[in-house]
């Protein structure tokens, strides 16, 4: 069993329960991350055990050498990869990047949702038939 100390916000002062050859933590970090958390951190270190024993081989130093120490061959240029017997697509229509600012999809509100039927209106004096951008009536002016 292991005690959470409390924080300064109120938190923690939680326990856990620690099976460590199930390799088990009731917060649930160890399990879903296959990595000890810092329960088992703590146990450890109370008990003078060795973390590593926790840790799985994968991310051991070996496995890591072991991964790097083939040799890696650069991918050749277009001009020298073999013809294959289908179609390559490298850029389908769907695919690329459209030019602009990306409009954001946001929810609107009830009370936003506009009449398809009634005309567009000026946003400036609220009269139909035109929008801001062509509005013929002449705005305050600045004296």
Same mark, same amino acid.
């Given at each position: 069993? &292991?005690?959470?100390?409390?924080? &300064?916000?109120?938190?923690?002062?939680?326990?856990?329960? $620690?099976?460590?050859?199930?390799?088990?933590?009731?917060?649930?970090?160890?399990?879903?991350?296959?990595?000890?958390?810092?329960?088992? $951190?703590?146990?450890?270190?109370?008990?003078?055990?060795?973390?590593?024993?926790?840790?799985?081989?994968?991310?051991?130093?070996?496995?890591?050498?072991?991964?790097?120490?083939?040799?890696?061959?650069? &991918? $050749?240029?277009?001009?020298?990869?073999?013809?294959?017997?289908?179609?390559?697509?490298?850029?389908?229509?769907?695919?690329?990047?459209?030019?602009?600012?990306?409009?954001?999809?946001?929810?609107?509100?009830?009370?936003?949702?506009?009449?398809?039927?009634?005309?567009?209106?000026?946003?400036?004096?609220?009269?139909?038939?035109?929008?801001?951008?062509?509005?013929?009536?002449?705005?305050?002016?600045? &004296?």
């Amino acid at each position: 069993m &292991v005690k959470s100390p409390i924080r &300064v916000s109120g938190t923690g002062n939680n326990v856990y329960t $620690l099976r460590l050859n199930n390799k088990f933590c009731s917060y649930g970090k160890w399990q879903t991350y296959t990595l000890p958390c810092s329960h088992v $951190l703590a146990v450890c270190r109370e008990n003078g055990s060795r973390t590593d024993a926790y840790v799985p081989e994968i991310y051991s130093r070996q496995t890591y050498i072991k991964t790097y120490q083939a040799n890696f061959h650069p &991918v $050749l240029r277009e001009n020298f990869w073999r013809d294959v017997p289908f179609n390559l697509t490298f850029y389908p229509s769907n695919m690329k990047k459209e030019r602009g600012r990306k409009q954001g999809k946001r929810f609107q509100e009830e009370m936003e949702y506009r009449n398809p039927d009634s005309p567009p209106r000026c946003g400036r004096y609220r009269m139909p038939g035109h929008n801001r951008k062509n509005c013929n009536n002449p705005g305050p002016s600045n &004296v």
